[in-house]
């Protein structure tokens, strides 16, 4: 068992940490989205970054399939380890997304027949979970920090299903929409 419960610590209110995070992530990802990209950017080939959001996305998804085995096994230390991988790849996407698409303009999906709703439904409910995710997380991790152990297990039972969510259909619409880029 690890000695994370043990060692001293002081409760902190991280309440307006996590609004301030959360709104000014998912507004400017909002605005990024509103604006028409770079003219004539030709430092390097942007078309690279979408498939490095989805590695990173890879890489989250499998950190956090870990962290759940992790947690049922009863291992805290690797658990929180795996949860910090997680969070350091999901930081290493919001990078690169940013970048992205302020560089680039937007990219229509190209794609016909079954595929074309799929592809709608697949990132409607990614971008709406993808935007609630941030301060489901934010909250999941302070409450651990607190150690509010029923209060962050409480939260990490919705958070980590639909963290899974995001992170998998984040690499499944950039497998869709790969040709058009």
């Known amino acids: 068992m690890?000695?994370?419960?043990?060692?001293?610590?002081?409760?902190?209110?991280?309440?307006p940490f996590i609004w301030i995070v959360s709104i000014i992530l998912i507004g400017a990802i909002a605005i990024l989205s509103?604006?028409?990209?770079?003219?004539?950017?030709?430092?390097?080939?942007?078309?690279?970054?979408?498939l490095m959001n989805a590695i990173f996305n890879s890489f989250t998804f499998i950190f956090l399939v870990l962290a759940l085995i992790m947690i049922k096994k009863g291992n805290v230390d690797a658990h929180m380890k795996m949860?910090?991988?997680?969070?350091?790849?999901?930081?290493?996407?919001?990078?690169?997304?940013?970048?992205?698409?302020?560089?680039?303009?937007s990219t229509p999906y190209?794609?016909?027949?079954?595929?074309?709703?799929?592809y709608f439904f697949v990132l409607i409910t990614h971008i709406v979970l993808a935007a609630g995710i941030?301060?489901?997380?934010?909250?999941?991790?302070?409450?651990a920090w607190n150690?509010?152990?029923?209060?962050?297990?409480?939260?990490?039972?919705?958070t980590m299903p639909l963290w899974l969510y995001v992170a998998f259909t984040?690499?499944?619409?950039?497998?869709?929409?790969?040709?058009?880029?």
């Open 2 to 15: 690890s000695n994370y419960y043990t060692k001293p610590y002081k409760k902190r209110n991280y309440k």
């Open 34 to 50: 509103r604006l028409p990209g770079v003219e004539n950017f030709d430092a390097f080939d942007i078309t690279i970054l979408p």
């Open 83 to 105: 949860i910090y991988a997680a969070l350091t790849t999901t930081t290493l996407f919001l990078v690169t997304y940013v970048t992205f698409h302020f560089l680039a303009p």
């Open 110 to 118: 190209g794609g016909e027949g079954i595929l074309r709703p799929i």
């Open 134 to 143: 941030v301060p489901l997380v934010l909250i999941s991790v302070t409450r």
């Open 147 to 158: 150690r509010n152990v029923e209060l962050h297990r409480k939260i990490a039972r919705i």
């Open 170 to 181: 984040g690499v499944l619409v950039y497998i869709l929409i790969r040709p058009y880029y």
